[in-house]
């Protein structure tokens, strides 16, 4: 059975740095072709991918992000860690971190279970 | 980036009856060398984490109800809800997953019960 869980803050100061670790089980991060991504949706509204990491440590972020965010991967712990710099009040909601299996060898890019999320409020 | 456009915004449609939401890329997500397209959808209710209907647009994850069903090629997509049961209002979600530099989810279409 698959399960992922999102761990961290629930509330961060204005300019600070997030750090958020997705803890998983029921697959490993060194398999080919699988990969655990970070989706956020604030309150209310629709999905907005971040970033994602690759079994091969290849990473992937969202063009407009690019610059505040990093993705990294303990395979030994089962984890997963986002670091977003510079949180501002519109980085509020619902952060996911979701696992894509591998397909015919490679990756998928579609997400078959999510955490359940964690609440990141970014207020003063 | 490829821009994933949905419609309409929400419906509401009778129990029974069938909802159709509807997903455009702003390019092709179709892949000549394998005649795949490279589109997923999710269902979201209240309070929950997405859900994974179908991928490929129009292969069902194991466990969905075949009322589900996805069609379309190239940019243009449907995801068909027959015969409406109460269980079904959620927001429902696309999203490309061709552009392999960064994936990107449609704005949602709410479904709701008339």
């Known amino acids: 059975q698959i399960t992922l869980k999102e761990s961290g803050p629930t509330l961060v100061k204005p300019t600070q740095t997030l750090t958020l670790t997705c803890t998983f089980s029921?697959?490993?991060?060194?398999?080919?072709?699988?990969?655990v991504a970070w989706i956020r949706q604030p309150p209310g509204k629709a999905l907005d991918w971040l970033s994602l990491?690759?079994?091969?440590?290849?990473?992937r972020y969202s063009t407009s992000l690019k610059s505040r965010l990093t993705i990294t991967k303990d395979t030994s712990k089962n984890q997963v860690v986002l670091t977003m710099t510079n949180m501002e009040p519109v980085d509020t909601g619902t952060y996911y971190c979701?696992?894509?299996?591998?397909?015919?060898?490679?990756?998928?890019?579609?997400?078959?279970?999510w955490g359940q999320g964690i609440l990141v409020t970014v207020s003063s | 980036d490829i821009v994933v456009t949905q419609s309409p915004e929400s419906l509401a449609v009778s129990l029974g009856e069938t909802a159709t939401i509807n997903c455009k890329s702003s390019?092709?997500?179709?892949?000549?060398?394998?005649?795949?397209?490279?589109l997923a959808w999710y269902q979201q209710k209240a309070g929950q984490p997405p859900s994974l209907l179908i991928y490929?647009?129009?292969t069902r994850e194991s466990g969905v109800p075949d009322r589900f069903s996805g069609s379309g090629s190239g940019t243009d997509f449907t995801l068909t809800i027959s015969s409406l049961q109460a269980e079904d209002v959620a927001v429902y979600y696309c999203?490309?997953?061709?552009?392999?530099?960064?994936?990107?989810f449609g704005q949602g279409t709410k479904l709701e019960i008339k």
């Open positions: 979701a696992y894509s299996p591998s397909e015919w060898g490679g990756s998928s890019g579609w997400y078959v279970r």
């Open positions: 029921g697959f490993s991060l060194d398999t080919s072709g699988v990969s």
């Open positions: 990491i690759y079994w091969n440590d290849e990473k």
């Open positions: 390019q092709s997500v179709w892949y000549s060398n394998n005649n795949k397209n490279y």
């Open positions: 490929w647009a129009s």
């Open positions: 999203q490309q997953y061709f552009d392999s530099r960064q994936f990107s």
